[in-house]
T-cell receptor, first 114, second 114 residues
Framework: GNSVTQMEGPVTLSEEAFLTINCTYT??????LFWYVQYPGEGLQLLLK?????DKGSNKGFEATYRKETTSFHLEKGSVQVSDSAVYFC?????????????FGKGTLLTVNP | DGGITQSPKYLFRKEGQNVTLSCEQNLNHDAMYWYRQDPGQGLRLIYYSQIVNDFQKGDIAEGYSVSREKKESFPLTVTSAQKNPTAFYLC?????????????FGEGSRLTVL
């Protein structure tokens, strides 16, 4: 079945540091890939997405590139802010008939200190 | 403003009691979902509904029940058969015609069994 593996947290950075959160996946065919963000006490929000190989999703300074050859979708940001502190989830929608649901990674807690 | 409203935000239940979590949306979305979130486990799908009067089991449906009598409403009942109900419950919906992974989430309901 489909699965998503994210780097274990927590990740603690200083403001303006470079961020990478690794995400790799297992799926057949060409899944769609997503990053969601959850701020404290809230539900999840879609951060960015990529629906085919080599696509780059971007939003709010965050980027992730769909790499079919390495089955990866790593999240990056060049300069993090305190307001980026949240839990980040990588997610996958399988290709074909099982496209009703998302498979989520376990989440990575990011804390950014001033 | 359009959105998804979950209530109550916090709920305490004694063992052996059923409890119903409310999810209402005014986004005119057809598809709605219930996810369970546990620390370090990511999100797992409980039930989903693609259209009124129809719903399907997700990965962890045992001990839960749902109904979809109206487009706007998708309540989740946590029954006494659910062995470990303490968790954070998230309701989501999807806009018609969009990529299946683009979900809108409510702010969640935290259930604690005493």
């Amino acid at each position: 079945g489909n699965s998503v593996t994210q780097m274990e947290g927590p990740v603690t950075l200083s403001e303006e540091a470079f961020l990478t959160i690794n995400c790799t996946y297992t799926a057949t065919g060409y899944p769609s890939l997503f990053w969601y963000v959850q701020y404290p006490g809230e539900g999840l929000q879609l951060l960015l997405k990529a629906t085919k190989a080599d696509d780059k999703g971007s939003n709010k300074g965050f980027e992730a590139t769909y790499r079919k050859e390495t089955t990866s979708f790593h999240l990056e940001k060049g300069s993090v802010q305190v307001s980026d502190s949240a839990v980040y989830f990588c997610a996958l929608r399988g290709a074909g008939g099982s496209n009703y649901k998302l498979t989520f990674g376990k989440g990575t807690l990011l804390t950014v200190n001033p | 403003d359009g959105g998804i409203t979950q209530s109550p935000k916090y709920l305490f239940r004694k063992e052996g009691q059923n409890v119903t979590l409310s999810c209402e949306q005014n986004l005119n979305h057809d598809a709605m979902y219930w996810y369970r979130q546990d620390p370090g486990q990511g999100l797992r799908l409980i039930y989903y509904s693609q259209i009124v009067n129809d719903f399907q089991k997700g990965d962890i449906a045992e001990g839960y029940s749902v109904s979809r009598e109206k487009k706007e409403s998708f309540p989740l009942t946590v029954t006494s058969a659910q062995k470990n109900p303490t968790a954070f419950y998230l309701c989501a919906s999807r806009r018609p015609g969009t990529e299946t992974g683009e979900l809108f989430f409510g702010e969640g309901s935290r259930l604690t069994v005493l």
